[in-house]
């Protein structure tokens, strides 16, 4: 039996629901060389059935982290191109068949789509002028390209969003791992190994004209009151890591958190999520500090 061109890779959560909305787009693809591998923190009667269902396979990685379980996938992958996306995702139609078209070009290593914000209704989110200026300095500052809204056209970029994003085997084979010591699926993780992509002289590419809707609205799925700080330790813990391990954005990036961390305690009316992104910030930033050291 020969390998599948396509491997795609799901990290989720037990989100069933979500799960089942990117199984259905993955069946709908106008593609079929192609194998799905779902890693869940927890196999479940569910899970199971979902697996079965959509013919995926089914890995169980105990909840050591969203890296971890990238790690695992690749590992059981077999397909020439590896495609990840986040479990509350859906897809155009034609999206496989543009994944191959892109990673067939000579020189292109790596694809990504353009990850729009949707409610649960499919409806896309309004982002605010001053949300959307505080994002494009920041990555400008951060020197780190990832297209996004800024383009109208396919481009070449530093790195790609986690959301969905696909890559040439061999790109793997030659960037290493998932760094597991991002341990929350909130930041900085897909951009850090994305970085190192590059750095190994691999392009990505950007198409803007590509959308993939990202069902994410945390009030609209229920979130209760100590899973929001839980968020906001998380993002900072990633965010505070990356910036010192990479070496980019400096204070700018402390002011985004806190201005983050704030809109959200204003939004929940949590007293506790500021507090709660501080301790995140500290220990990232300890951790970052940490892995430099290792590496010198």
């Given at each position: 039996?020969?390998?599948?061109?396509?491997?795609?890779?799901?990290?989720?959560?037990?989100?069933?629901?979500?799960?089942?909305?990117?199984?259905?787009?993955?069946?709908?693809?106008?593609?079929?060389?192609?194998?799905?591998?779902?890693?869940?923190?927890?196999?479940?009667?569910?899970?199971?059935?979902?697996?079965?269902?959509?013919?995926?396979?089914?890995?169980?990685?105990?909840?050591?982290?969203?890296c971890?379980?990238?790690?695992?996938?690749?590992?059981?992958?077999?397909?020439?191109?590896?495609?990840?996306?986040?479990?509350?995702?859906?897809?155009?139609?034609?999206?496989?068949?543009?994944?191959?078209?892109?990673?067939?070009?000579?020189?292109?290593?790596?694809?990504?789509?353009?990850?729009i914000?949707?409610?649960?209704?499919?409806?896309?989110?309004?982002?605010?002028?001053?949300?959307?200026?505080?994002?494009?300095?920041?990555?400008?500052?951060?020197?780190?390209?990832?297209?996004?809204?800024?383009?109208?056209?396919?481009?070449?970029?530093?790195?790609?969003?986690?959301?969905?994003?696909?890559?040439?085997?061999?790109?793997?084979?030659?960037?290493?791992?998932?760094?597991?010591?991002?341990?929350?699926?909130?930041?900085g993780?897909?951009t850090?190994?994305?970085?190192?992509?590059?750095?190994?002289?691999?392009?990505?590419?950007?198409?803007?004209?590509?959308?993939?809707?990202?069902?994410?609205?945390?009030?609209?799925?229920?979130?209760?009151?100590?899973?929001?700080?839980?968020?906001?330790?998380?993002?900072?813990?990633?965010?505070?890591?990356?910036?010192?391990?990479?070496q980019?954005?400096?204070?700018?990036?402390?002011?985004?958190?806190?201005?983050?961390?704030?809109?959200?305690?204003?939004?929940t009316?949590?007293?506790?999520?500021?507090?709660s992104?501080?301790?995140?910030?500290?220990?990232?930033?300890?951790?970052?500090?940490?892995?430099?050291?290792?590496?010198?």
């Open positions: 039996m020969t390998n599948p061109k396509i491997s795609i890779i799901i990290v989720t959560s037990q989100r069933y629901n979500d799960l089942e909305r990117l199984l259905i787009s993955i069946r709908e693809q106008q593609y079929v060389d192609l194998e799905i591998i779902v890693v869940c923190m927890e196999i479940d009667e569910k899970l199971s059935e979902l697996a079965i269902k959509y013919s995926a396979d089914l890995y169980e990685d105990s909840g050591k982290g969203i971890y379980a990238r790690n695992l996938g690749f590992s059981k992958s077999k397909g020439e191109i590896i495609v990840y996306f986040d479990d509350d995702v859906t897809l155009p139609t034609n999206y496989l068949v543009i994944v191959e078209k892109y990673l067939d070009i000579p020189g292109v290593s790596g694809f990504g789509g353009n990850p914000i949707v409610d649960e209704n499919g409806i896309p989110k309004k982002r605010g002028l001053i949300t959307k200026i505080i994002d494009k300095i920041i990555w400008k500052i951060s020197q780190v390209d990832m297209g996004t809204v800024y383009t109208e056209s396919p481009i070449f970029v530093d790195a790609l969003w986690g959301s969905n994003m696909a890559f040439k085997r061999k790109a793997i084979m030659d960037t290493g791992k998932f760094d597991e010591s991002f341990y929350h699926p909130n930041l993780e897909e850090d190994f994305t970085l190192r992509v590059t750095q190994r002289g691999h392009r990505l590419v950007f198409d803007p004209n590509i959308c993939v809707l990202h069902f994410t609205n945390f009030t609209n799925r229920g979130l209760k009151r100590g899973q929001y700080e839980k968020l906001l330790f998380g993002m900072g813990d990633n965010a505070s890591y990356w910036r010192v391990k990479n980019r954005c400096g204070n700018l990036w402390l002011v985004y958190q806190i201005f983050v961390g704030l809109s959200w305690s204003i939004k009316r949590n007293p506790r999520c500021l507090p992104l501080f301790r995140g910030i500290r220990r990232g930033r300890y951790r970052g500090r940490k892995a430099l050291n290792a590496s010198v």
